[in-house]
């Protein structure tokens, strides 16, 4: 498994997933992944140009700024005061695109170029708290105490909060996702006194029980909610989904393609000629969010061949 991921990556990924599977992998620096990153981050401290590989707007847009943030979490990163992480937080404080409770999924500049058809710009859903509830916290966690920022982030949190509180469960795996990444994102914090932090995580593992799809059999072919999607290393829930983590493995073993990536289950169905360049990306990027899942969970030997 290991051997033929990581010949694809280098053959095939974008520097960024490149040096985020050497980071994991290879004994490859954060300060790589930082640099490759940056070229991603625009002069307001958003992010844009395709950072999220569904949208190939350059302009920076809350979705592709969460995109970023995820990846600094996924590499450990804890310096707040990195200029990269301090552009984000001037971004998410700026008011753009932003109505003051949540940041919005689109930007209206997102119609200039190819994209998925889930990015086209359109009014701000009601209470879709994806990618809010992951950006409050990460607010909460990276920007200056005292500071108008942190306060902000506070807020959100807060009001995040006490709609998941009287919503959950959620419908949508997205969304539920950026509620998991806020509750760790205020464990990392260590700030148990913004929300009731035991209830947040009861509400949190009915929430993952209602969407990761039982069937496994549907994890490999379409777009449905696997463990992995809500389940990240060191989660408070792994033991109570420990089982289908495991069976996610077994079907992660079974359908590694034969060039070392796994199967895209969406399709952009229009900019045919760009979507096949955003769906080589997203291999990439899956390789990697698939091989730090399965050393994770599965015995190392198991992986290194």
Request: aromatic share 12%.
């Given at each position: 498994m290991m051997n033929k991921a990581r010949q694809f990556m280098l053959r095939n990924a974008r520097p960024l997933d490149l040096a985020r599977w050497m980071f994991h992998f290879e004994n490859g620096s954060r300060e790589a992944v930082l640099c490759a990153l940056s070229a991603y981050q625009?002069?307001?401290?958003?992010?844009?140009?395709?950072?999220?590989?569904?949208?190939?707007?350059?302009?920076?847009?809350?979705?592709?700024?969460?995109?970023?943030?995820?990846?600094?979490r996924e590499i450990g990163m804890s310096d707040a005061a990195h200029p990269l992480v301090k552009g984000i937080v001037r971004y998410l404080s700026s008011g753009a695109a932003f109505d003051g409770h949540m940041y919005h999924r689109t930007v209206p500049t997102n119609d200039l170029h190819p994209r998925a058809p889930w990015w086209t710009h359109g009014p701000h859903p009601e209470n879709e708290y994806?990618?809010?509830?992951?950006?409050?916290?990460?607010?909460?966690?990276?920007?200056?105490?005292?500071?108008e920022a942190h306060g902000l982030g506070?807020?959100?949190?807060?009001?995040?909060?006490?709609?998941?509180?009287?919503?959950?469960?959620?419908?949508d795996m997205h969304t539920a996702a950026c509620f998991v990444q806020m509750y760790e994102d205020l464990?990392?914090?260590n700030r148990r006194d913004l929300v009731?932090?035991?209830?947040?995580?009861?509400?949190?593992?009915?929430?993952?029980?209602a969407l990761i799809e039982k069937d496994s059999e549907k994890w490999a072919t379409q777009y449905v909610c696997k463990p992995s999607q809500l389940i990240r290393m060191g989660s408070p829930f792994y033991s109570?989904?420990?089982?289908?983590?495991?069976?996610?493995?077994?079907?992660?073993?079974?359908?590694?393609?034969?060039?070392?990536?796994?199967?895209?289950?969406?399709?952009?169905?229009?900019?045919?000629?760009?979507?096949?360049?955003a769906r080589c990306w997203?291999?990439?990027?899956?390789?990697?969010?698939?091989?730090r899942f399965i050393r994770c969970i599965c015995k190392k030997t198991e992986i290194m061949s």
């Amino acid at each position: 498994m290991m051997n033929k991921a990581r010949q694809f990556m280098l053959r095939n990924a974008r520097p960024l997933d490149l040096a985020r599977w050497m980071f994991h992998f290879e004994n490859g620096s954060r300060e790589a992944v930082l640099c490759a990153l940056s070229a991603y981050q625009n002069a307001d401290g958003g992010f844009g140009h395709a950072l999220e590989a569904d949208c190939f707007n350059p302009d920076s847009s809350p979705i592709q700024t969460w995109t970023a943030t995820e990846i600094l979490r996924e590499i450990g990163m804890s310096d707040a005061a990195h200029p990269l992480v301090k552009g984000i937080v001037r971004y998410l404080s700026s008011g753009a695109a932003f109505d003051g409770h949540m940041y919005h999924r689109t930007v209206p500049t997102n119609d200039l170029h190819p994209r998925a058809p889930w990015w086209t710009h359109g009014p701000h859903p009601e209470n879709e708290y994806n990618p809010t509830a992951s950006l409050a916290g990460f607010l909460v966690r990276f920007a200056q105490e005292g500071s108008e920022a942190h306060g902000l982030g506070e807020r959100l949190v807060r009001e995040a909060y006490a709609y998941f509180a009287v919503h959950a469960p959620l419908s949508d795996m997205h969304t539920a996702a950026c509620f998991v990444q806020m509750y760790e994102d205020l464990l990392a914090a260590n700030r148990r006194d913004l929300v009731d932090m035991d209830a947040f995580e009861t509400l949190l593992g009915t929430q993952i029980d209602a969407l990761i799809e039982k069937d496994s059999e549907k994890w490999a072919t379409q777009y449905v909610c696997k463990p992995s999607q809500l389940i990240r290393m060191g989660s408070p829930f792994y033991s109570r989904f420990e089982a289908l983590c495991a069976g996610e493995c077994d079907m992660l073993r079974r359908e590694q393609e034969e060039d070392g990536s796994w199967r895209v289950t969406w399709n952009w169905m229009e900019y045919l000629q760009e979507w096949g360049v955003a769906r080589c990306w997203w291999k990439g990027d899956i390789i990697v969010k698939n091989m730090r899942f399965i050393r994770c969970i599965c015995k190392k030997t198991e992986i290194m061949s």
